[in-house]
């Protein structure tokens, strides 16, 4: 038998297949304390309230150990988690405000102007935080989860291109345009 050492020494993807294997309870429960702060604080990036976080935080756990045999580990389980609980607090935003979030398509002319983020991210970068936090309520929430994915949780392109299952030129320009709306937001603000 193993010790509790042992199982909190098992890395994440180690222990996910042990999970999946064996449906123990015990074992998700050392997942669940890896993780279940770092859910609950982007939980409560969505929810804004401190009980509504938790209990979003419990359906995010809930739904991961029904869902878990569907990490396939093509990225870091940490990945898979935090775009699994993005999609999660994405789909309580939207349902909770009745709000349908229009799917945007790529335009191929859009791409071209991809190669100029880079001077775009200084602009981005530089704005006030209070009202950054201000204007990221304002966006949507598929433009925040893809903002807060690169420049909060420093996915590379391709993590993004991996979690959220589309291409490199559609993950670039959701990015762009996400900037470009919250910069719309930020300065009408």
């Given amino acids: 038998m193993k010790t509790l050492e042992d199982i909190n020494s098992k890395p994440d993807e180690d222990l996910v297949k042990a999970i999946v294997e064996t449906n123990d309870t015990l074992l998700f429960e050392v997942l669940y304390d890896r993780y279940a702060t770092l859910v609950y604080n982007k939980c409560y990036g969505f929810a804004r309230d401190e009980d509504e976080a938790k209990d979003l935080t419990q359906d995010v756990f809930l739904k991961l150990f029904v869902k878990l045999a569907s990490f396939k580990g093509k990225s870091k389980f940490s ?82 291109e991996s979690v959220l299952g589309i291409g490199e030129s559609a993950v670039k320009m959701r990015i762009k345009r996400a900037k470009d709306k919250l910069k719309q937001v930020y300065s009408d603000n």
Avoid at 105 to 129: A, G, H, P, T
Avoid at 141 to 158: A, G, H, R, S, V
């Fill in 79 to 160: 990945t898979w988690l935090y775009a699994f609980t993005y999609n999660h607090c994405v789909n309580y935003v939207t349902r909770n405000t009745a709000k349908k979030i229009e799917k945007q398509s790529v335009d191929y002319q859009d791409i071209e102007n991809v190669s100029d983020s880079e001077i775009e991210d200084k602009d981005f970068l530089n704005m006030r935080v209070d009202k950054l936090k201000k204007a990221m309520e304002l966006i949507s929430p598929d433009e925040k989860m893809i903002l807060l994915l690169k420049y909060q949780d420093y996915l590379t392109i391709k993590e993004i």
